[in-house]
Each structure stands twice: as C-alpha cells, then as structure tokens.
C-alpha cells in the first residue's frame, strides 16, 4: 500500500499539516507495512495548467510540463490513496492546492476518458481556523470533482482553529477512522 500525502499549506508545520499526519499515523498502524510519501506543494517550483491540452493526446500519460509537480502526477497515478489538505482561505482552497488540482486536469484524457486507475481513494483534509461553514463549498467541489473520477472520497476537517492544532476529539477519532478506512480493501 502506497500513500501519497499532498499538502496545500504554505505553513509546513501548521494544523493542516498535524492533521494529515494523524490520518497517516493512522494508517501506518494499521498496516505497519504502508509506504507513505509526503509533498508540501508550498515548496515545490511549478507553474499551474497552461491549458495546452497536450494532455488530451492519446500517447501522452500525464501533463507535459517540465517542472517538480509532473513527477509527483505521475506518482498520483502509481499510488494506491491520496490524502490532500488544505486550509481554507477567503472561502475555498490554498492557492498551492488549487494549482494541484488544476494540473490534474492531465488525469482526464482524450474524449474524457479517465486515467486514474479503478479502485483509488482519497481523503481530504481541510482546515479552518473561522468558525463556521465556510468549508462546506469545498466539500461539494471536490466531492463532485473525484466522484466523476472514479475516487472513493473522504473527508476530516476541523474548524474553528488557533495557530496550534487544538483538535477536537471527534475530529481525532474521525481522522483515525479515515486513516483505517484508507487501508481497507474494499
């Protein structure tokens, strides 16, 4: 079982980043023998789509753009679940995590055929430190983004957060829970 943990936080340290980790340190007890990769998009050189659509060529497997993001697309499609974070910023996602998302636009190819392998789950971790539901468009968004892709989809998130995690014990127990589904054949 391979993981492959994206952060789209530009503070590598900060509750996005704590939680993730919980899910994966979950995960990794649960199946002591899981590889875990970790990405932090904030520190990665990488532009966003240009929209080429070199992508949509049916010998092309992934986006053709030479930076430290199409090595990591391509290592998306290799592993076995995704888990991406993201605070919420002005009402949706990191800068960072969008671009991550945006470049995933490869992952559909020609005639809108998908090229994510059968069987690929992904957990979504959002924080937020306003109270409230700003969160929830995200939610909808990227339910909708991964269900027509095929990925079984979760969600933790924890609102209403200072600078330092502070997290609530339902939302430990959720992304526990999450790390342990993440492992589960299904």
Known sequence: MKILAISGSPRPNGN????????????????????????????????????????????VETC???????????????ADAWILGTPVYMGHTSAQLKLL?????????????????????????????AAGDRHKDI??????????????TKFVRAVGLTLSPGFTQETLEEANALGKWVIRQE
């Open 101 to 129: 998302l945006d470049r995933m636009y490869c992952f559909t190819g020609p005639n809108r055929t998908v090229r994510i392998p059968k069987g690929k789950k992904c957990i979504f971790v959002i924080t937020q430190g």
């Open 16 to 59: 996005t980043a704590s939680l993730m980790e919980v899910v994966l340190e979950s995960a990794k007890r649960t199946n002591p023998n899981t590889e875990v990769v970790e990405y932090n998009m904030h520190r990665l050189n990488c532009k966003g789509c240009q929209g080429c659509l070199a992508c949509k060529k049916p010998e």
């Open 139 to 152: 939610i909808d968004l990227f339910s909708r983004f991964m269900a027509w892709r095929g990925v079984s």
């Open 64 to 78: 053709v753009q030479n930076d430290e993001l199409s090595p990591i697309l391509k290592e998306m499609l290799e």
